[in-house]
């Protein structure tokens, strides 16, 4: 078998996802025909744009985000949205997604009710697609203020009484140049007194003095690591915080210059435990599996390499013993059967 094939047809594991960015260019014409109808001539123009080309710009990419987040303010929208990722992430042959989006009041949903009906909606994706495991990482967006943030997890924390078994963490993202990393430190502790682990976007652009202060901080997880200082990583290192790295995001957004220079290598190549995720698979036009496909041509990567890759993911995930378990056996049997 070739590897490519090996690779799609690997049980693969997905730790960085976020909800609107995974929307792929297929399902956001699905779902703008079914809310604006097929006659929509401003929906009909970008579709049509979309269909016509198989690489876009980074400016066209970001075009993506607004209509996701449009199609997504119903609840019937945010159902068919979520419906269509985790078909996606299943068809990838991805059997445990940590889900990432920020809870939103919109014009047709409260904040509580966005939050309902994603559980309801992962609820109903389990009987839907049996063989991926879903669980939700909901956003702190460090572009809406401290007292969204607080007003996050609070719902959260109420919500843990009842879906403990779906929500393993909390994640800081949004435009990284927005506010302070320390005026989230407070709610970001109350989350972690509660439980929940810290999946945080660090690093993500050039700003020693606050990856210094949330590496100190701590962190389960970190997203995309990109500009660390050599002590700032030796940190990382002392404290063995996993890093997600998101290859075609960054390279298509410019924070990597090219795959060869991606900061995976050194990381793997040093045994320090980093895990392959896509980001936003529909915004960058990719898979997870595309994603192994670029990181075991460039870096050369051997069938070992894939496997201590998959079962590094396990073990970095929120996923309880027993569910890390089960995904260990069915990588297990792919691999040696
Ligand atoms: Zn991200």
Redesign the pocket.
């Known amino acids: 078998m070739d590897i490519g094939q090996f690779i799609k047809g690997m049980p693969k594991v997905e730790l960085?996802a976020?909800l609107n960015g995974s929307l792929s260019t297929k399902t956001l014409i699905e779902l703008g025909k079914l809310e604006y109808g097929e006659s929509n001539n401003e929906f009909q123009r970008i579709c049509e744009s979309f269909q016509q080309k198989q690489e876009f710009t980074l400016e066209e990419c970001f075009k993506k985000f607004p209509i996701a987040h449009a199609l997504t303010k119903t609840k019937d929208g945010l159902r068919r949205a979520l419906l269509s990722v985790i078909r996606d992430f299943a068809l990838d042959n991805v059997v445990y997604l940590e889900l990432r989006t920020t809870p939103k009041t919109t014009t047709k949903m409260s904040k509580t009710e966005y939050l309902e009906t994603v559980f309801e909606t992962i609820r109903l994706a389990s009987s839907m697609y049996p063989d991926i495991c879903v669980k939700l990482l909901p956003s702190i967006d460090r572009s809406k203020g401290i007292e969204f943030a607080k007003d996050t997890v609070h719902l959260v924390l109420k919500a843990l009484k009842t879906h403990a078994d779906l929500i393993k963490g909390i994640d800081l993202?949004g435009n990284p140049a927005s506010g302070s990393f320390n005026d989230y430190t407070k709610i970001l502790s109350e989350a972690r007194n509660n439980n929940l682990k810290l999946a945080l976007?660090c690093a993500e652009i050039d700003n020693d003095g606050e990856t210094y202060e949330m590496l100190q901080f701590g962190m389960d997880r970190c997203?995309h690591g990109t500009y660390m200082s050599s002590q700032n990583l030796n940190i990382a290192k002392e404290k063995q915080i996993p890093i997600e790295c998101?290859l075609t995001s960054n390279v298509k957004c410019g924070t990597v210059k090219s795959y060869q220079e991606h900061h995976f290598k050194n990381l793997y190549s040093s045994k320090h435990p980093v895990v392959l995720c896509t980001?936003d698979s529909g915004v960058f036009d990719t898979t997870l599996s595309e994603e192994f496909i670029i990181a075991q041509k460039t870096f050369d990567l051997k069938k070992k390499d894939l496997e201590v890759l998959s079962l590094r993911a396990v073990d970095v995930s929120f996923a309880s013993p027993l569910e890390k378990e089960v995904m260990k056996t069915k990588i297990c049997k792919y691999f040696y059967d």
């Open positions: 960085h976020h993202s976007h997203g998101c980001d």
